[in-house]
């Protein structure tokens, strides 16, 4: 099994579901992972929710290439006109960033509603993004910042979903999570890569195999090195990793699923290295 298989109907209806929650905020925090901040974005936001002001949040920079970091950040500013955010799990400090943007970004709105006679009230955002890009994350590193700020306040709006950060800021608790609405199977296998799929879609031994040959074209040094190639060396694959390793079977074969599982895992805990995988070239984006 090569393909990696989708579900168009639990599609439309998340998204449906997705768009309903998107209305009740003022200000979107997007999070996408920073190793692939192209196959992990989506591209339809804007369609869904077209007026709303956003932020994006590249997370994982901890274990993706610093390099790619700043080229796609200042792609992304310039693409959609809006703050972005290279961040991590390890970062406190850019909460208080973010924090600061979604005040700003909504004085608009908030301005009008006080020029239509309606009441003030606090802004709305909501943290949204594909499977495992570090949602939850983001959503407790606010939630912790408001519970030290604000005490026991927290609890009260709890019962409504709604969380509060400050005395400005309003966070709905449960993260928008983006169906993958293409049948594009390059940004589907890169999302098999990190995590953001689920493992039942597809064939470990396929995609790591694809790991393997797109990182060791991308960072031929660092792999070669890190697999214990030597640097002539050409053709990396499972196989070899497995025997370099003697992760074999019976026979001397070698245990190439055992292999695929544990090349998955170490690279999705950035154990192999910090590596970004999509390019801004690949898409026409340089
Ligand atoms: N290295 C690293 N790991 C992270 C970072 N942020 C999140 N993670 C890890 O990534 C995994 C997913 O993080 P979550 O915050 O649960 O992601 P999510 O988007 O809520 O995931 P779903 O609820 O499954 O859609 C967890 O194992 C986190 O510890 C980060 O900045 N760096
Ligand atoms: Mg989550």
Not at 117 to 123: K, M, S, W, Y
Request: glycine fraction near 4%; aromatic fraction near 6%.
């Amino acid at each position: 099994m090569t393909h990696i298989h989708w579900y168009p109907g639990h599609i439309a209806k998340a998204q449906k579901q997705l768009k309903e929650k998107l209305n009740l905020v003022d200000v979107i925090i997007e999070v996408v992972d920073a190793r692939i901040p192209y196959s992990s974005k989506y591209k339809t936001t804007d369609e869904l929710c077209p007026n709303k002001p956003k932020i994006i949040l590249m997370n994982k920079a901890d274990i993706s290439d610093e390099k790619y970091n700043k080229i796609w950040a200042e792609i992304y500013r310039r693409k959609y006109n809006c703050k972005v955010i290279v961040t991590s799990l390890l970062n406190k400090k850019d909460i208080n960033v973010i924090i600061d943007k979604v005040l700003e970004l909504s004085n608009q709105t908030m301005q009008r509603r006080i020029e239509k006679g309606l009441l003030p009230r606090a802004t709305r955002t909501m943290v949204i993004g594909m499977p495992n890009v570090g949602k939850s994350s983001t959503i407790n590193k606010l939630i912790k910042k408001a519970k030290t700020k604000t005490g026991a306040k927290a609890g009260v709006t709890r019962q409504q979903q709604w969380i509060r950060i400050n005395d400005k800021i309003e966070l709905l608790d449960t993260p928008g999570i983006i169906p993958t609405v293409q049948d594009d199977q390059k940004q589907a296998i890169k999302l098999a890569f990190v995590n953001s799929i689920g493992e039942k879609a597809y064939d470990s031994e396929y995609v790591a195999e694809k790991l393997i040959e797109l990182l060791s074209k991308l960072y031929t040094k660092d792999i070669k090195q890190y697999f214990n190639f030597s640097q002539d060396e050409t053709d990396i694959n499972i196989e070899k990793i497995a025997l370099k390793r003697n992760w074999i079977l019976k026979g001397e074969k070698a245990d190439t699923l055992r292999t695929s599982n544990i090349i998955l895992s170490c690279f999705r805990e950035g154990k192999i290295g910090k590596f970004t995988l999509d390019r801004p070239e690949e898409y026409g984006l340089i």
